[in-house]
């Protein structure tokens, strides 16, 4: 059973940059580098939205439009982690936010889809302030 556990959260000013981490655990026979990953987000009052994805080997990458240009989403398949570099933060970007995995065998595609995700970390608050 695949564990994720996100960490980097917190408050920051308009403007300012957070990176968050997502650390896998619980690979027992297969290896991170099986999986896609993906991030999503979910304010209050909204439903959970997706953010960014990385293919298994992490040459393939994709973000939603409200993030395209701001946020960066990398992998370290040594240390079995995910980040989200997270750039000219916004109020709107505040959330509680998810890393996500699915294993995805050979083949090496984004996964964008919400329901697509097999496990689901326990979230980190963000909080950007104006």
């Known amino acids: 059973q695949v564990q994720l556990v996100e960490s980097g959260g917190g408050l920051v000013q308009a403007g300012g940059s957070l990176r968050l981490s997502c650390a896998a655990s619980g690979l027992t026979f297969i290896t991170f580098s099986w999986y896609a990953m993906g991030w999503f987000r979910q304010a209050p009052g909204k439903e959970r939205e997706f953010v960014a994805a990385?293919?298994?080997?992490?040459?393939?990458?994709d973000y939603a439009d409200s993030v395209k240009g701001r946020f960066t989403i990398s992998r370290d398949n040594a240390k079995n982690t995910v980040y989200l570099q997270m750039n000219s933060l916004k109020p709107e970007d505040t959330a509680i936010y998810y890393c996500?995995?699915?294993?995805?065998?050979?083949?090496?595609?984004?996964?964008?889809?919400?329901?697509?995700?097999?496990?689901w970390g326990q979230g980190t608050q963000v909080t950007v302030s104006s």
């Open positions: 990385i293919s298994r080997s992490g040459s393939s990458t």
């Open positions: 996500a995995a699915v294993g995805r065998g050979t083949t090496n595609v984004v996964v964008t889809t919400e329901k697509t995700y097999s496990y």
